[in-house]
């Protein structure tokens, strides 16, 4: 019973450089989201995709890209990371307009 | 987009019921509320959702004004792995598929 499952879960980068957040949902969710969590502070919304083929900004989507690879799957990238994007950041997915699941989240520092 | 108001924190002592509040004074006719919550070192969970009348599940009740401007989440005996913060959300009618988080309220459970 997997749900959402994030890769990885933690990660260390240095100034600069690139990678990509994945995500993966075994439900057939249609919606799927990536939001980032600062210490202390609430989620915030980074991108969604309402359903295969689209996405959308949420809040905070500068510095970040999004792909909907196909339905169970929804990655984050940093093309150039600074350190203002040290944070948690979770994936979630939905069906319609019930629950959200999470993932675990990764921890992502960079220096 | 609407916007929800909760106090910082709370603290409830341990089997007794705990009633968090949210203000959503700008809240649109066909708005949403919804309730997750986050355990320490966890992704958010869903609690409880509603349009205009109350609502009752496993985990917890949800009170809704009369005008709709405010809620309530009733745990009906706290205990303390109900320690989490708790998030009130308003979801667009509009965009069904944003769910957009705030600060939420740090609820404390002392046994």
């Known amino acids: 019973n997997a749900g959402v499952t994030q890769t990885p879960k933690f990660q260390v980068l240095k100034t600069g450089q690139s990678m990509t957040l994945q995500c993966a949902q075994d439900?057939?969710?249609?919606?799927m989201y990536w939001y980032r969590q600062d210490p202390g502070m609430g989620l915030r919304l980074i991108y969604y995709?309402?359903?295969?083929?689209?996405?959308d900004k949420g809040e905070v989507p500068n510095g970040y890209n999004v792909s909907r690879l196909n339905k169970r799957e929804f990655s984050l990238r940093l093309e150039s990371a600074a350190p203002s994007q040290t944070s948690v950041y979770f994936c979630?997915?939905?069906?319609?307009?019930?629950?959200?699941?999470f993932g675990q989240g990764t921890r992502l520092t960079v220096v | 987009d609407a916007k929800t108001t909760q106090p910082n924190s709370m603290e409830s002592n341990e089997e007794e019921p705990v009633h968090l509040p949210c203000n959503h004074s700008t809240i649109s006719g066909t708005d949403y509320i919804h309730w997750y919550r986050q355990l320490p070192s966890q992704g958010p969970e869903y609690v409880i959702h509603g349009l205009t009348s109350n609502v009752n599940n496993r985990m917890a009740s949800l009170a809704i004004a009369e005008d709709r401007k405010s809620s309530t989440l009733i745990l009906h005996r706290a205990t303390l792995r109900d320690a989490a913060v708790y998030y009130c959300i308003l979801r667009p009618w509009w965009d069904g598929n944003k769910l957009v988080f705030g600060a939420g309220t740090i609820l404390r459970v002392k046994s």
């Open positions: 439900m057939n969710h249609n919606s």
């Open positions: 979630a997915s939905r069906a319609g307009d019930t629950e959200a699941f």
């Open positions: 995709s309402a359903s295969e083929g689209t996405t």
